[in-house]
């Protein structure tokens, strides 16, 4: 008995090792299936390389301009690494029905919306993004267009399930974060027609539109004076006002590195994060190119 309790293990062992190494490389019987399963491992190689080749860091980081609602929240006490991740999963799942397009601060949109108190019912609404903020599910963006004389502007949360469709007519970018002054600019800097037809973009970088945008007269929504925007001209307020604005201005905030470091997230966790949905971000931008070469699309005159 003590003979066989030494044997037995042993034997049990070599069986084991024998069954890893037949499992390393298990190849099929037929040709037909032999080449098979060498083309698959031929294409997952490929596809590994492909990944790796796309997988660049300068990428990574401009994915921040392109998908900033990816990013987390900046405040700790907010923050959870299973529900961001939970949340990006289902971000992804949310694209791959809905094709959301490439947008900033300053494109022109239009959103087919269905009606949630009117079954059947979908409205669809063109405007300028005036704003855009938010992380993760919870992301949303402004529209604003001047109809009939009155301005009139819509909040959309970006992965709504009642949105159906969101067109970019015209992608571009504004020297600001945000155009909330267009509320105190003359109507025909918000006003574009409903029925406005989408835009060719060149190759290339996001055109950025430096026009100025001059205010109306007093009274205004905020005191825009105290604000560093680069896309007004001539704000003019009278000399109190001027004092206040001097009074209240921080140029110091820009040297504060512990500041800067609290508002945003470092850029290793932004290529943490982006690395772990690069590969569903990927596949995306390339069905959205084939569409796009699918699509016959004229070249429309750019409304003013």
């Not at 970088?205 to 007269?217: T, W």
């Not at 006002?241 to 905030?253: G, I, L, V, Y």
Request: hydrophobic fraction near 35%.
């Amino acid at each position: 008995m003590v003979i066989t309790s030494r044997v037995l293990p042993r034997k049990i062992l070599q069986n084991l090792n024998f069954v890893k190494v037949l499992g390393k490389d298990v190849k099929p019987f037929s040709a037909m299936a032999q080449t098979k399963h060498e083309t698959e491992h031929e294409n997952d190689d490929s596809k590994k390389q492909i990944n790796q080749e796309s997988l660049d860091p300068t990428t990574l980081t401009n994915y921040r301009f392109i998908y900033p609602e990816f990013l987390p929240t900046t405040n700790p006490l907010h923050r959870n690494s299973i529900a961001e991740k939970l949340e990006r999963m289902d971000m992804l799942a949310r694209r791959a029905v809905l094709g959301i397009p490439e947008f900033y601060v300053g494109s022109i949109l239009a959103v087919n919306y269905s009606e949630p108190h009117a079954t059947g019912k979908v409205n669809r609404f063109v405007g300028i993004c005036i704003l855009r903020e938010g992380a993760g599910l919870r992301a949303s963006f402004i529209l604003r267009n001047v109809i009939n004389g009155e301005g009139v502007e819509v909040r959309y949360m970006l992965y709504d399930p009642a949105i159906q469709k969101i067109d970019c007519l015209r992608l571009e970018k504004r020297l600001d974060n945000e155009l909330l002054y267009l509320r105190d600019a003359p109507p025909e800097y918000s006003t574009f027609p409903l029925d406005m037809e989408t835009e060719i973009t060149p190759e290339g970088p996001v055109p950025v539109n430096d026009i100025k945008v001059p205010l109306k007269p007093q009274p205004w929504l905020e005191k825009w004076e105290r604000k560093d925007l680069k896309g007004l001209k001539d704000v003019v307020v009278n000399e109190r006002r001027q004092k206040k604005a001097k009074a209240a201005a921080k140029p110091w905030e820009k040297y504060d590195l512990m500041k800067i470091y609290r508002e945003t997230i470092p850029e290793e966790e932004q290529i943490e994060i982006f690395s772990d949905v690069h590969t569903e971000l990927r596949q995306l931008e390339v069905k959205k190119d084939i569409l796009k070469r699918q699509r016959v699309l004229h070249r429309p005159k750019k409304n003013v």
